[in-house]
């Protein structure tokens, strides 16, 4: 990213003032009521025994970290990594054709193809979710289609089963997930210079030369972006894996908000956070370093 | 101290942010924490338009929920409705302040069998709200084999067809009833009885839902399934192909109450709910929708013969129903079985 260190007036920067921090305190306390004191609470339960719903043995243990290296729980952290990578994957060969075409398109169209992505925003995913149950149902939307279109039966034997399967939590998730992944990669896709390419293609880089040596690298940081902000969200995703799958599949977050709520074994419940917690970190590690590699590369 | 709550912290945090409720200038209003789909919009419209009193109107699916939430926020709720074991649970924990029968005159509308039950004799912590039974419900017209009891609903030959509570208490009290032993004797050995079979029925089972099965068994999405009566009863009123059984296994019953958790900031208004509710008029506006068991002798007066006659509302006396009572520390137990089983081992 020659350009960006380039735009940079370095001789302009100071370190800020005290009145500079006190722009930055409302971050800070945020920060320390919303996300370091809960944390605190919970790596503190993680080492308590639960007694009973809602009831706490503040005795030190580390039973509850002993637990989750069980089988079922093993299995549990695998599977929500499996879902949350497959979602990233698809949101990524999904995502990047879609934010390239935006980014590529005339900026005068941007503005109104980046609405359309944001669009879903403006409704709760939830509802989005329960948009999906009507669509997918047995007697659904979805089946009411390839019904009209006479591909029932002559494609398809009987109507598709496609909610309350895996299939129907990946759509819903990929849905969910994917203009978290379009943005990120637009926003490189936007500053990645043309004459680059033209510049691979003189030389007798072919497309897909270009693509991979040229154009991915460059866009790399947005790619990196936009993993981070799928497939850290996608692991801890509840509700709608539950309501997609008619309670079938079970993630991490399922099993978590089943602490909390239903079991109300707190501690327990608390030291899944905190694994999951340690997922973020490594995943944060390995894109931002990774990230960062293809940067310096670049 | 050794023991203490999450919320206790939880509130340290906030009232340091100066978000502190107390803080603020009381107003009279009623928190009520009930069941989803069970108390109706009307009735609620209805108590804030006779007393005044706004409404807070929060809903759970389960007891166990009910619970972790009361416990996390305490001071918060005013009315809280428990089934039976739940209420005998927050009896024996303290957790329930004691209610002033002298404040609610219309509990003379109760059925006399409703007034002294097993789990709060005289009713000092708890008020009847509504009851009913779990059992079977089936579209007879998917459906041409019997029906008796649970082992004809979890057949190899109706995977997928399924619908059942996602309650893993009342689950397991299914398998338990198919191997003869009392629902309330939930102890390891048991489980480990009950274990292959509970494996082989999750397996058929399409969806979980405590909510509202009936969107789905309307649909056709599912053809039979375990559910609350009030549900059946509700999709027999719709089309008379639904059926309702009691399971021939053994059946329960469950008696939801009212109960005023203990620290209610407004125990008043939680009073004048409860006897707002129990006017015979205001019952039947619930049984309407709800159609659970009514205990209300009054407001039994005012349903058609139609609504009475309803076999997923009304069951016939002759039925032997057992119910749930507080089984303490197992509830883990239960909780770490279906875990394992859900999550496939």
């Given at each position: 990213?020659?350009?960006?260190?380039?735009?940079?007036?370095?001789?302009?920067?100071?370190?800020?003032?005290?009145?500079?921090?006190?722009?930055?305190?409302?971050?800070?306390?945020?920060?320390?009521?919303?996300?370091?004191?809960p944390?605190?609470?919970?790596?503190?339960?993680?080492?308590?025994?639960?007694?009973?719903?809602?009831?706490?043995?503040t005795?030190?243990?580390?039973?509850?970290?002993?637990?989750?290296?069980?089988?079922?729980?093993?299995d549990?952290?695998?599977?929500?990594?499996?879902?949350?990578?497959?979602?990233?994957?698809?949101?990524?060969?999904?995502g990047?054709?879609?934010?390239?075409?935006?980014?590529?398109?005339?900026?005068?169209?941007?503005?109104?193809?980046?609405?359309?992505?944001?669009?879903?925003?403006?409704?709760?995913?939830?509802?989005?979710?329960?948009?999906?149950?009507i669509?997918?149902?047995?007697?659904?939307?979805?089946?009411?289609?390839?019904?009209?279109?006479?591909?029932?039966?002559?494609?398809?034997?009987?109507?598709?089963?496609?909610?309350y399967?895996?299939?129907?939590?990946?759509?819903?998730?990929?849905?969910?997930?994917?203009?978290?992944?379009?943005?990120?990669?637009?926003?490189?896709?936007?500053?990645?210079?043309?004459?680059?390419?033209?510049?691979?293609?003189?030389?007798?880089?072919?497309?897909?030369?270009?693509?991979?040596?040229?154009?991915?690298?460059?866009?790399?940081p947005?790619?990196?972006?936009?993993?981070?902000?799928?497939?850290?969200?996608?692991?801890?995703?509840?509700?709608?894996?539950?309501?997609?799958?008619?309670?079938?599949?079970?993630?991490?977050?399922?099993?978590?908000q089943?602490?909390?709520?239903?079991?109300?074994?707190?501690?327990?419940?608390?030291?899944?956070?905190?694994?999951?917690?340690?997922?973020?970190?490594?995943?944060?590690?390995?894109?931002?370093?990774?990230?960062?590699?293809e940067?310096?590369?670049? | 101290?050794?023991?203490?709550?999450?919320?206790?912290i939880?509130?340290?945090?906030?009232?340091?942010?100066?978000?502190?409720?107390?803080?603020q200038?009381?107003q009279?209003?009623?928190?009520?924490?009930?069941?989803?789909?069970y108390?109706?919009?009307?009735?609620?419209?209805?108590?804030?338009?006779q007393?005044?009193i706004p409404?807070?109107?929060?809903?759970?699916?389960?007891?166990?929920?009910?619970?972790?939430?009361?416990?996390?926020?305490?001071?918060?709720?005013?009315?809280?409705?428990?089934?039976?074991?739940?209420?005998e649970?927050?009896?024996?924990?303290?957790?329930?302040?004691?209610?002033?029968?002298?404040?609610?005159?219309?509990?003379?509308?109760l059925?006399p069998?409703?007034?002294?039950?097993?789990?709060?004799?005289?009713?000092?912590?708890?008020?009847?709200?509504?009851?009913?039974?779990?059992?079977?419900?089936?579209?007879?017209?998917?459906?041409?084999?019997?029906?008796?009891?649970?082992?004809?609903?979890?057949?190899?030959?109706?995977?997928?067809?399924?619908?059942?509570?996602?309650?893993?208490?009342?689950?397991?009290?299914?398998?338990?009833?198919?191997?003869?032993?009392?629902?309330?004797?939930?102890?390891?050995?048991?489980?480990?009885?009950?274990?292959?079979?509970?494996?082989?029925?999750?397996?058929?089972i399409?969806?979980?839902?405590?909510?509202?099965?009936?969107?789905?068994?309307?649909?056709?999405?599912?053809?039979?399934?375990?559910?609350?009566?009030?549900?059946?009863?509700?999709?027999i009123?719709?089309?008379?192909?639904?059926?309702?059984?009691?399971?021939a296994?053994?059946?329960?019953?469950?008696?939801?109450?009212?109960?005023?958790?203990?620290d209610a900031?407004?125990?008043?208004?939680?009073?004048?709910?409860?006897?707002?509710?129990?006017?015979?008029?205001?019952?039947?506006?619930?049984?309407?929708?709800?159609?659970?068991?009514?205990?209300?002798?009054?407001?039994?007066?005012?349903?058609?013969?139609?609504?009475?006659?309803?076999?997923?509302?009304y069951?016939?006396?002759?039925?032997?129903?057992?119910?749930?009572?507080d089984?303490?520390?197992?509830?883990?137990?239960?909780?770490?079985?279906m875990?394992?089983?859900?999550?496939?081992?």
């Amino acid at each position: 990213m020659t350009q960006a260190v380039a735009i940079q007036p370095a001789s302009n920067v100071r370190r800020p003032g005290w009145r500079g921090s006190g722009l930055f305190a409302p971050m800070v306390t945020w920060l320390a009521l919303f996300v370091v004191a809960p944390t605190a609470i919970l790596l503190v339960y993680s080492f308590f025994t639960g007694e009973g719903i809602g009831e706490v043995d503040t005795h030190f243990t580390l039973e509850n970290y002993r637990r989750i290296f069980t089988p079922v729980y093993l299995d549990l952290f695998w599977r929500s990594i499996l879902y949350a990578g497959a979602t990233t994957i698809l949101c990524a060969l999904i995502g990047y054709p879609v934010a390239w075409y935006i980014g590529r398109a005339p900026a005068s169209r941007r503005g109104k193809l980046l609405m359309l992505v944001m669009i879903p925003f403006m409704t709760s995913f939830l509802i989005r979710t329960y948009a999906w149950l009507i669509i997918l149902h047995e007697h659904g939307l979805f089946n009411g289609f390839l019904e009209a279109a006479h591909l029932i039966p002559t494609v398809f034997s009987h109507p598709l089963n496609i909610l309350y399967t895996p299939t129907a939590v990946m759509i819903a998730l990929v849905y969910t997930y994917l203009p978290f992944m379009i943005l990120p990669i637009y926003t490189s896709v936007e500053k990645l210079d043309p004459s680059l390419i033209e510049a691979a293609a003189d030389l007798g880089a072919g497309p897909t030369r270009s693509f991979f040596r040229v154009i991915l690298p460059l866009t790399w940081p947005g790619v990196a972006a936009g993993i981070l902000m799928v497939f850290v969200p996608a692991i801890a995703m509840f509700a709608v894996t539950k309501i997609m799958s008619g309670g079938h599949i079970r993630l991490i977050g399922d099993e978590i908000q089943e602490q909390f709520e239903g079991g109300g074994d707190l501690p327990f419940g608390s030291a899944l956070g905190m694994a999951l917690l340690i997922l973020f970190l490594v995943t944060y590690w390995i894109s931002a370093g990774r990230g960062a590699k293809e940067l310096r590369g670049a | 101290m050794k023991h203490f709550h999450f919320g206790l912290i939880v509130a340290t945090v906030l009232s340091l942010a100066g978000c502190n409720r107390s803080s603020q200038k009381q107003q009279q209003r009623l928190h009520l924490f009930a069941w989803s789909e069970y108390v109706p919009q009307e009735v609620i419209d209805g108590f804030t338009k006779q007393t005044g009193i706004p409404v807070d109107y929060e809903v759970y699916d389960s007891n166990e929920k009910m619970l972790t939430k009361l416990l996390s926020s305490p001071g918060h709720y005013d009315l809280i409705q428990p089934s039976e074991y739940m209420v005998e649970h927050l009896i024996k924990r303290g957790l329930l302040e004691p209610v002033d029968q002298s404040a609610i005159p219309n509990v003379g509308n109760l059925l006399p069998e409703y007034r002294n039950p097993e789990y709060d004799p005289g009713m000092k912590y708890s008020v009847p709200y509504m009851a009913g039974t779990v059992g079977i419900a089936y579209n007879s017209d998917k459906i041409k084999d019997p029906i008796r009891g649970y082992q004809d609903v979890f057949q190899p030959k109706y995977a997928g067809r399924i619908i059942a509570l996602d309650d893993n208490r009342e689950i397991v009290s299914w398998a338990l009833d198919v191997k003869g032993i009392d629902i309330n004797d939930v102890t390891p050995a048991n489980l480990a009885k009950v274990k292959p079979l509970l494996a082989d029925w999750l397996k058929l089972i399409k969806i979980f839902n405590s909510d509202d099965p009936k969107p789905q068994l309307f649909s056709g999405d599912v053809d039979l399934g375990v559910v609350y009566c009030g549900d059946a009863a509700k999709l027999i009123e719709q089309d008379k192909k639904f059926k309702y059984v009691l399971p021939a296994e053994g059946a329960h019953r469950f008696i939801d109450n009212l109960c005023i958790p203990k620290d209610a900031p407004d125990k008043q208004a939680a009073e004048a709910f409860i006897n707002y509710i129990l006017q015979p008029e205001v019952s039947k506006i619930i049984s309407d929708k709800f159609p659970y068991t009514n205990p209300n002798g009054a407001a039994r007066k005012l349903l058609t013969p139609q609504q009475l006659a309803n076999p997923a509302s009304y069951p016939p006396d002759s039925v032997h129903l057992e119910i749930f009572h507080d089984i303490g520390k197992a509830n883990a137990d239960i909780s770490q079985l279906m875990t394992e089983l859900r999550n496939g081992r």
